[in-house]
């Protein structure tokens, strides 16, 4: 039976024998390159040495006997520590046993449910017509050209070329911009941009304030305000280009509008795969996860709740933002991180336990071929890239990724998998 904790201590003592040799041995070594006054150096007596500099050879003591007893002790006892043991109450007195307690956390024990009959339920995730339209329409919208207008107001859909200076209230660095485009009416404008430039003429100037809600997209603007001077500089409105068989060859490689419709059909199949290819993976994860219930290291879930803040922080900078500069109560957020953390260390040692009962592996042509494909998304070659993962060690990690995974696909095929409507798996 799973004992409730991970945590073991282990109560040791060292022979007093054995602490008076190792006494003997680290006075001696201490009276041969101490210097005392009015002693040559290493001439200096023993017994002095032993009062002079007693903490330190007692420290000294500590450090070359406890570790090797600490690592026997495990031994014996067939524990596999996955947190470095940490020494306390320890109790040394000169010619009697060095006692102390070493304290560690070890992998749990736990018998596996039953894994091989899994009931899944996935949501249709088809490819209509109606997507490969969007798509296009997506593809014509990045293709549209800006053609000025003159001689009337801004209205809803025009996209006003502004020059402004946004003051925070309150003091701070301000916003400038010496062309910027916004559209009016459009859904991700702020509102006041849309009150105060709609009806406005080229060359006039607005004056307004924006209030940006807290969770604001931009986390240099979330939850202030800023004071805006804007001045209208010109008026544009996007001409959508024709959908055409020129369109499809000035945008693609597609020889026709019909052959570009069949490969954004194609390319848009292949995301989907991917999609349901990770969606069942996590489906599968969390019904495992679900099945068994044993307890896990805090170390290891320490260890996780740093790597997920660690994507957040990657993240933000990803997005350009300095993780140092934003609001963010990090404490509370990686706190929060520690039941998806645990369930994470708790997946990984099922999973771990099921490849090996299963023997699903790795082989190198597997490797290879993650290899390549990593390759082929880089400037490297395959054979650079193992190159650069072995050195800095995390080729293992590789191989432990797709062993997971490839034991993820194996009980995702021995699973039973029902396809429900998107609406009714809300």
């Not at 050879?57 to 570790?67: A, D, F, N, T």
């Not at 941009?193 to 603007?221: C, M, T, W």
Request: with cysteine; net charge negative.
């Amino acid at each position: 039976m799973a004992e409730a904790t991970c945590r073991r201590e282990l109560d040791l003592e060292i022979p007093a024998d054995e602490v008076t040799k190792a006494m003997d041995r680290v006075a001696k070594e201490f009276a041969r390159v101490a210097r005392v006054p009015g002693f040559r150096p290493g001439k200096a007596p023993v017994s002095l040495i032993r009062r002079r500099f007693a903490d330190d050879i007692k420290g000294e003591v500590v450090q070359s006997l406890v570790p090797e007893r600490v690592e026997k002790a495990v031994s014996e006892q067939k524990l596999t520590p996955v947190s470095q043991p940490q020494v306390d109450k320890l109790d040394f007195a000169e010619g009697q046993p060095l006692k102390f307690r070493a304290v560690f956390e070890v992998l749990p024990e736990f018998e596996l449910a039953n894994y091989k009959d899994l009931d899944l339920e996935m949501p249709v995730m088809d490819i209509t017509d109606d997507d490969v339209d969007k798509a296009l329409q997506e593809m014509t919208e990045r293709a549209a050209a800006f053609a000025p207008v003159e001689g009337r107001a801004v209205e809803n859909g025009d996209f006003v070329q502004l020059k402004l200076v946004g003051t925070p209230e309150g003091g701070g660095e301000p916003l400038r911009a010496d062309s910027v485009l916004c559209h009016i009416g459009a859904e991700e404008t702020m509102e006041p941009f849309n009150e105060n430039l709609r009806g406005a003429s080229i060359g006039e100037h607005k004056n307004f304030d924006v209030q940006y809600p807290a969770d604001y997209p931009d986390a240099k603007l979330a939850g202030k305000t800023y004071h805006y001077a804007v001045e209208v500089l010109g008026l544009k409105t996007k001409k959508l280009p024709e959908l055409n068989d020129e369109f499809a060859k000035d945008v693609s490689d597609a020889g026709s509008l019909d052959e570009l419709k069949t490969k954004l059909r194609q390319s848009l199949e292949a995301a989907r795969d991917q999609r349901h290819k990770d969606l069942l993976r996590e489906k599968v994860l969390a019904a495992i996860v679900k099945l068994h219930d044993f307890p896990v290291p805090e170390s290891l879930v320490e260890h996780q709740m740093d790597v997920r803040l660690e994507r957040v922080v990657r993240s933000l900078a990803a997005q350009g933002v300095d993780p140092r500069a934003v609001n963010i109560d990090w404490v509370t957020l990686r706190r929060r991180q520690q039941e998806r953390a645990t369930d994470d260390v708790k997946a990984e040692l099922i999973v771990d336990r099921i490849a090996s009962t299963e023997n699903i592996d790795v082989t190198d042509e597997e490797l290879n071929h993650e290899l390549e494909h990593a390759a082929s998304h880089s400037n490297e070659s395959a054979e650079a890239i193992r190159a650069r993962l072995t050195k800095q060690g995390t080729l293992d990690r590789m191989k432990a990724k797709l062993r997971s995974d490839k034991t993820l696909d194996w009980l995702a095929q021995n699973s039973r998998i029902r396809t429900v409507a998107a609406a009714a798996s809300k």
